[in-house]
């Protein structure tokens, strides 16, 4: 891998930019791999780098129905932060924030992730209640916060209407300055350049239709463009995970359902931090490009369809409009949907199955953007190892049956 | 916005008059104190998640507030059928 510099501009800029070094190649697929991934995705990427990285293990495909990075990790709204109540998640998330920290170094990519800075509202006083609970226990798990008054949210970001005679009045926030966004395709790509420079082969436009096993474990797996074999197969598919389970003649606790985005025309700079409300449900950022990016919230029903309920998207935009009543001048230029995996505890999945050589990385439903980094990280360890990695020994499916379930609820309410 | 045929009141409306019941058809355990905590563990949290054909329960909260079971396709969303609780669907695969 020719790595990315300021003199590699300066000299691809002398061949016209003609002859940078294709980010990463297009492999035949080989008739084994020690390690399968299934689904292309940031986590999946984020897998098949650290497998290769830390682990040693490059003989790992990555296979990929579409193309890398087409499916949720092109769809989110690229929040990053790690303001968790309870410490399994708290410490999971923050080990992908740390992670986020240094990953424009780690892959030599710019993943743009910028620290900007998150505050999550407090509209009622049970809402501040909460949120004062929850940034005590990010504190003392070392995670940074604080809860500011309607004075410094107002300093914070001046376009917000922090009037007390608005219908649901801003109390209050947490706010944690270490959160921020980054490039959603960026980290996708990133990884993939990173994985690829290791020896991982990326198999796009290839569909696994089947998971092959023999004698309860795990031989490879069936796909469009034939058998391939492997001694292992993580899947990390999101919303098609309940899909993929079943071909192994497992069951998951998730519910696939779609979470919408839109993003606004392209303004000159008004909104340099994050934004997000439990309380009127909507979350806003700006992005580089000028356009506000909005998310709302899941549909009530399961649903493949990556498009979403007008109903949901109405009621967040008018959200919106409320919190920032200048926004309801600016026009609406695109919106999309993306199939989510939602979890009964709004917690992933982790996780060894009852199949041999079978791993299930999934049911992030809404959050799953700002955790790539540290889900790949502890996944590739699950993997490798064949057993729960330290941090992800809560987020084993067993809980489901144990009833040691991890409820952030409160932390994942809005859909991020 | 989905078009839903309540039973009850015999007429089709939009999806904001109705919440979402979930998975239709689950039996509650006949003997709770005699269930493992796998059999727990999967009456509680384990649902059908079909990329396809789902049978699921609708409340039809703004109007006659009374459940019936919808046959939807997850994929299309199409709509295939509405019927009482405690009859069975007449549609239970794709195409027939």
Redesign the interface.
């Known amino acids: 891998m020719k790595r990315y510099s300021g003199f590699s501009l300066f000299a691809n800029a002398l061949s016209y930019h003609e002859k940078w070094q294709k980010v990463w190649r297009k492999p035949v697929p080989k008739k084994e791999y020690d390690v399968i991934i299934i689904g292309g995705g940031g986590h999946g990427l984020a897998t098949a780098y650290y497998l290769a990285k830390m682990h040693g293990i490059t003989n790992v495909a990555v296979i990929e129905k579409g193309y890398l990075g087409g499916g949720n990790t092109a769809r989110n709204t690229t929040i990053i932060r790690s303001n968790y109540l309870w410490d399994e998640a708290a410490q999971l998330y923050e080990l992908s924030l740390k992670l986020w920290e240094g990953l424009s170094q780690e892959l030599n990519y710019n993943v743009m992730f910028s620290q900007r800075g998150v505050l999550n509202l407090g509209h009622t006083l049970q809402d501040m209640r909460d949120i004062e609970r929850r940034v005590n226990a990010n504190r003392l798990n070392g995670i940074d916060g604080e809860v500011v008054s309607p004075q410094r949210i107002k300093e914070i970001a001046p376009l917000i209407n922090t009037s007390p005679n608005s219908r649901y009045p801003i109390l209050g926030a947490s706010w944690q300055p270490r959160g921020g966004t980054a490039r959603h395709d960026a980290v996708a790509w990133g990884y993939a350049r990173g994985a690829d420079a290791l020896g991982v082969d990326m198999i796009q436009q290839t569909e696994v239709t089947g998971i092959r096993r023999k004698d309860g474990a795990v031989v490879g797996v069936e796909t469009t463009h034939g058998f391939i074999g492997a001694r292992k197969v993580a899947c990390v598919t999101a919303g098609?995970s309940?899909?993929v389970a079943a071909m192994a003649g497992l069951?998951?606790?998730?519910?696939?359902r779609p979470l919408q985005a839109l993003v606004s025309e392209p303004v000159k700079p008004c909104l340099d931090t994050v934004v997000m409300s439990n309380a009127v449900h909507g979350y806003v950022s700006q992005s580089d490009k000028g356009d506000l990016v909005i998310g709302a919230g899941v549909d009530?029903?399961?649903?493949?369809?990556q498009r979403g309920?007008?109903?949901v998207i109405e009621h967040t935009v008018q959200a919106i409009c409320e919190l920032f009543p200048a926004f309801s001048r600016v026009q609406m230029n695109r919106q999309w949907g993306g199939v989510v995996?939602t979890c009964?505890d709004a917690c992933p999945i982790i996780s060894k199955t009852s199949v041999e050589g079978l791993y299930f990385n999934c049911g992030w439903g809404t959050g799953g953007f700002k955790a790539t980094p540290g889900s790949g990280f502890v996944f590739a360890d699950t993997v490798a190892n064949d057993r729960p990695h330290p941090l992800a020994k809560a987020f084993t499916v067993d809980r489901?049956?144990?009833?040691a379930l991890i409820d952030e609820h409160g932390a994942a309410g809005v859909a991020h | 916005?989905?078009l839903i045929y309540c039973p009850h009141c015999l007429e089709s409306r939009e999806?904001?008059e109705f919440?979402?019941g979930g998975e239709a058809h689950i039996a509650r355990p006949l003997d709770p104190e005699n269930l493992s905590?796998?059999q727990?563990?999967?009456y509680?949290?384990?649902?059908k998640?079909?990329?396809g054909i789902?049978h699921?329960m609708w409340y039809h909260a703004t109007g006659c507030r009374r459940y019936f079971n919808v046959t939807r396709n997850?994929?299309?969303?199409e709509i295939l059928e509405s019927y009482l609780v405690g009859t069975k669907p007449q549609i239970t695969e794709v195409g027939v």
Request: glycine share 10%.
């Open positions: 098609n309940g899909v069951r998951l606790p998730v519910e696939s009530s029903y399961n649903g493949y369809g309920s007008f109903h995996d009964p489901f049956n144990s009833g | 916005m989905l999806e904001e919440s979402y905590d796998e727990w563990g999967d509680l949290f384990f649902r998640n079909p990329r789902h699921e997850t994929l299309t969303y």
